[in-house]
């Protein structure tokens, strides 16, 4: 079942989360350091990429070359306002690139490398690929990754490319809100039917560095967002930023020292102020924080009080407030609508938190999800959703889009004509058809309607509609343009077609008699059903023509073309008529309407012809992906060669420390070697040592093994002898008490029926066997005992088991042979049985009221018998 894994990566500013879908459920992977949370850290040294914890625990003594907090840099320029505010408080270099991009400089292999944060992000999901390969012993390709809701496009975008670079197959990015409520509602076995009301559902998940509120609808295997609202600079870090810079002016005024001067410093400090935090959610006495050797040379001591802190963050409280009042504003829902309130993320334990939620919401909250597992769950419960590879139960996710898309069409007049086609808290994945009326290639500009308050710009992307040419009439021709929302959340085009009017070949109009004749033929069959059949195809119609309307509403943008035409069903509107956007809603609403009126008009063949299309500003071009992947596996490459000379390296200095400990131990190796070869070798074992430390510490892996090699020669026999003398006397106890089962059967032989399946033969087969063996055994044994425990073994615990086991391969074939048959006397022979059950079966049918007990005493007697 291994093979069948799929994981979901729960991607954190701070740590991430691994979770596997596997029959026996859903598990959270532990890393190498047996931890369940990896953090989101990558560092690099002069050899080799350090990743996760291993990053982390050399953090403060690798402040520049270590990156960190790069989940917030994803997608964004150089210049952009939230990336200026997050360099501040990163120890490490950044700067802006030729194409206006982040660039962060890390010393590398002994030179300058810039690397952007997608490939940094790349490297982290390379190290989350390969904890959960080693976890599943099985490759991993197909995952889901979760997303914050309030991401942009070119946020998502940039996440996927990350991916890409990282080798991962990523089915959905999934939203965090939502992969908490699918962890919350796949397990629910009381969730309402669908006909019923809903269960409405707050989660709120305050992590490290954002606020996220949802609020969902339940039915039974169905979940659907209703609404959602976030603050993307609101989290446990904004806390533990207030309280370090509390800190910070105490010690500044008691022990004249500025942390803000020393990043190291400044960088303890928000560790312990982060544990602080956490010890004040359960504890609301005044606590202590100590930090030695702070700043030259200087222990520093502060107390806080939970109420402090609640005081001195208290703005940062009413902006949960607002953010949650903002949610239940945007579902329309009341508060006796909502079942319950679930809180999700590490930042949701702060009392204060927790009171402003049930104060919002009035109703006690509730932590029947582990919190910061949630959404790694969530993530690996979508993705064996997605995933042929798994089965699990069918459950319906419908998301919803944050951020309204306005399409804008780039027309040769003042005025460019443009319309909204995805509205806020739109459902997601969606599709829908546009119809245009063009002469000549165009392009369609996505934006967002209103700028995101987390990103600066409301640009998405620019697509360029080609081969787009008039009809033969010199008329504008009829383009049809698909646009989704897919399940990343990102907008796109997937399809562009020109509809054209098509004549008939003479070949294509016989057929389409045939057609014609062959349904009348159907329609006169039809005629002759009985009443309730043709009242059921009646109605049939109808069905068919539901079932048969295309998945996406299609909507005419074109605002140059008014008429009436076949394509609008003969709704087009002059200049007194109502207004576009009114037209628009319309034509969405009367889209039956249009089916209705099309039947009375005669067919007019077309044919739909595929256009190509061009999109700019999407992420990295394949170009610069090729060029990231290659230089990600040229980095995996190196490191695997790193660890592997680091890995002969340690070995050879382990065997090092064992061997010299172990000859100067009587009960361990001293006593199986010679004094003069026991000094010989303790200089090696100096020599080798000094070596390691000295020209010896960088070195080529194929130096670390010859060396290694060079002393297992020395040592080996020692261990060797060693392990001979204290295994010697068992081996020949087992070698003996064979030929001593040998010398039994000999013996018994005629006078035990347990041997009476064998002959004469086999039983002289069986002493020659064991001549044989007691031969060679005598030779072998000549001298072991007077034999020095320096000396070189006489005879091996090896060849002791194998001359055994070649006496009993002769032994157990002969023993196990089968026992000749002995047939039964016919005297002893019961009597005729068939008599026995005639008479019974004439007394059972006599009808007398004894059946029952003659089967009894029948049954009776055979079990005698």
Not at 57 to 70: A, D, L, R, W
Not at 475 to 504: D, M, P, Q
Not at 519 to 537: F, P
Request: proline letters at 4%; one cysteine or more; hydrophobic letters at 35%.
């Amino acid at each position: 079942m291994a093979a069948m894994s799929v994981i979901g990566i729960d991607f954190g500013n701070e740590s991430c989360y691994v979770a596997v879908a596997r029959a026996g459920g859903i598990e959270t992977i532990a890393n190498d350091y047996s931890l369940r949370n990896t953090p989101s850290c990558v560092a690099f040294s002069g050899k080799n990429r350090i990743l996760g914890v291993a990053a982390k625990n050399q953090m403060v003594t690798n402040m520049k070359n270590t990156i960190y907090g790069f989940k917030r840099l994803l997608g964004r320029e150089y210049n952009d306002p939230q990336v200026q505010y997050e360099m501040k408080m990163l120890p490490f270099k950044a700067s802006q690139q030729s194409d206006g991009n982040i660039g962060i400089h890390v010393q590398y292999l002994g030179e300058e490398h810039i690397f952007t944060p997608e490939q940094i992000a790349a490297m982290l999901f390379t190290k989350l690929k390969d904890i959960s390969e080693t976890a599943l012993q099985t490759v991993i390709n197909d995952c889901v990754i979760s997303v914050p809701s309030y991401y942009t496009q070119a946020e998502r975008m940039a996440l996927l490319d990350a991916a890409r670079i990282a080798g991962l197959n990523v089915l959905r990015l999934f939203n965090e809100t939502t992969a908490t409520a699918l962890c919350y509602g796949i397990y629910k076995q009381d969730l309402p039917a669908t006909e019923a009301p809903p269960r409405n559902v707050v989660f709120v998940d305050c992590g490290y560095a954002s606020l996220q509120v949802c609020i969902c609808a339940f039915h039974k295997g169905k979940l659907q967002m209703l609404a959602s609202a976030a603050d993307s600079q609101l989290g446990g870090r904004d806390i533990d930023f207030i309280l370090a810079e509390h800190f910070c002016k105490e010690f500044q005024s008691r022990y004249n020292i500025d942390a803000h001067t020393s990043p190291r410093a400044y960088i303890r400090l928000l560790a312990e102020v982060e544990k602080l935090k956490k010890q004040m959610s359960a504890n609301s006495t005044t606590l202590p924080l100590n930090i030695e050797c702070f700043m030259d040379e200087k222990d520093v001591h502060g107390t806080m009080k939970r109420a402090d802190m609640e005081s001195m963050c208290a703005h940062l409280f009413k902006r949960v407030e607002s953010t949650l009042q903002k949610c239940l504003e945007n579902s329309k829902l009341k508060l006796d609508d909502i079942h319950s309130v679930e809180l999700a993320g590490g930042s949701s334990r702060v009392p204060a938190i927790k009171r402003l939620v049930e104060e919002v919401f009035a109703r006690p909250v509730s932590t029947t999800l582990n919190q910061d597992e949630a959404v790694a769950r969530g993530c690996a419960l979508q993705c064996a959703i997605l995933s042929p590879a798994v089965r699990v139960r069918d459950f319906s996710v419908t998301d919803i889009q944050p951020y309204p898309i306005t399409v804008k069409l780039s027309t040769n007049q003042i005025e460019d004509s443009e319309m909204e086609v995805f509205g806020h808290n739109h459902a997601v994945p969606f599709s829908k058809v546009l119809t245009f009326y063009r002469s000549n290639p165009f392009s369609l500009t996505a934006s967002y309607s209103v700028t995101p308050p987390s990103y600066p710009k409301n640009h998405i992307g620019t697509f360029v509609i080609k081969n787009v040419k008039p009809t033969p009439e010199g008329e504008s021709s009829k383009v049809k343009v698909k646009v989704r929302i897919n399940l990343n959340g990102i907008f796109t085009i997937t399809s562009a077609s020109l509809i054209e009017k098509h004549e008939l070949s003479q070949q294509e109009k016989e057929e389409e008699e045939k057609q014609q004749q062959q349904q009348q033929q159907q329609q006169q069959q039809k005629q002759q059903m009985d009443v309730d059949q043709q009242a059921e195809q009646k109605e049939k119609p109808d069905q068919e023509a539901q079932a048969n309307e295309p998945p996406a509403p299609e909507v005419s943008m074109d605002k140059t073309r008014r008429n009436s035409d076949a394509d609008d069903g003969g709704r087009g509107s002059s200049g007194s008529g109502p207004s576009y956007s009114s037209r628009i809603l319309s034509w969405f609403s009367s889209g039956d309407d249009k089916g209705e009126d099309s039947k009375s008009k005669k067919k007019i063949p077309i044919r739909t012809v595929d256009l190509p299309w061009e999109t700019h500003g999407f992420g990295l071009s394949q170009q610069d992906l090729d060029s990231a992947q290659d230089k990600e596996c040229r980095m995996i490459a190196a490191d695997r060669q790193e660890k592997e000379r680091i890995d002969v390296r340690n070995a050879l200095e382990e065997y090092v420390y064992d061997l010299r400990s172990k000859l100067s131990e009587e009960d361990e190796l001293a006593t199986f070697v010679t004094e003069a070869d026991k000094e010989a070798l303790s200089r090696t074992l100096n020599e080798t040592e000094d070596w390691l430390y000295e020209e010896g510490e960088d070195c080529q892996r194929q130096v670390y093994a010859e060396r290694l090699q060079r002393l297992k020669q020395q040592g080996e026999p020692i261990k060797e002898r060693r392990h001979e003398f204290e295994g010697r006397n068992q081996a020949i106890d087992e070698f003996t008490h064979a030929l001593m089962e040998v010398s039994g059967i000999v013996a018994n032989f005629g006078k035990d029926d347990k041997y009476s399946n064998l002959t004469k033969e086999d039983i002289r087969k069986l002493e020659e066997a064991a001549h044989e063996k007691w031969t060679w055994f005598e030779l072998k044994r000549i001298g072991l005992d007077s034999a020095k425990r320096t000396d070189p073994p006489r005879v091996t615990i090896a060849e002791l088991r194998a001359q055994k086991q070649s006496l009993e391969s002769i032994i157990y074939p002969i023993l196990n042979k089968p026992k000749p048959k002995v047939e039964v006397p016919k005297e002893d022979k019961p009597k005729d049985k068939n008599t026995v059950d005639h008479h019974e079966t004439n007394q059972n049918n006599r009808g007398d009221g004894q059946p029952q007990a003659n089967q009894q005493r029948s049954q009776e007697e055979m079990d005698v018998e």
